[in-house]
C-alpha cells in the first residue's frame, strides 16, 4: 500500500532550525506534485509549502516565505522542508501530502509534531 512517512520534527528554540522529510513509496512519486500542510491546535489545517512533480516550482505561504524551503529528490522519493528561523507561531503538527494533477488523487502522512519553544 501507499506510504508517506514524515521525520524530523522535534522541539526547537525560537530562532532555530529543522529539517523535516518525507519518505514516499509504492506510488510514482515523480508525477505526483508534494506539499507540506501544517495544522496548530484548535486551527484549520494550512498549507504552508508546494512543490510541483519535477521540482521546478515552488510555492510558500507568505507567513514562512523567506524562512522555509521546499525540495524534492525524485530518484530517493523523498520531499523535504527546510525551516530557518522558527518561531512559536510555527508550532503545528507538519503533514505531508502528495497529490497527482490529472487525478486529483492525494496521499497523507501521519503527521510529524513541530514545537517552537524557549
Known amino acids: 500500500q501507499v506510504q508517506v512517512v514524515e521525520s524530523g520534527g522535534g522541539l526547537v528554540q525560537p530562532g532555530g532550525s529543522l529539517r523535516l522529510s518525507c519518505a514516499a513509496s509504492?506510488?510514482?512519486?515523480?508525477?505526483?506534485?508534494m506539499r507540506w500542510f501544517r495544522q496548530a491546535p484548535g486551527k484549520e489545517r494550512e498549507l504552508v509549502a508546494g512543490?510541483?512533480?519535477?521540482?521546478?516550482?515552488?510555492n510558500y505561504a507568505d507567513s514562512v516565505k523567506g524562512r522555509f524551503t521546499i525540495s524534492r529528490d525524485n530518484a530517493k522519493n523523498t520531499v523535504y522542508l527546510q525551516m530557518n528561523s522558527l518561531k512559536p507561531e510555527d508550532t503545528a503538527v507538519y503533514y505531508c501530502?502528495?497529490?497527482?494533477?490529472?487525478?486529483?488523487?492525494?496521499?497523507w502522512g501521519q503527521g510529524t509534531q513541530v514545537t517552537v519553544s524557549s
Open positions: 501530502n502528495a497529490v497527482r494533477s490529472t487525478t486529483g488523487v492525494n496521499y
Open positions: 509504492r506510488f510514482t512519486f515523480s508525477s505526483h506534485a
Open positions: 512543490i510541483t512533480s519535477a521540482g521546478g516550482i515552488a
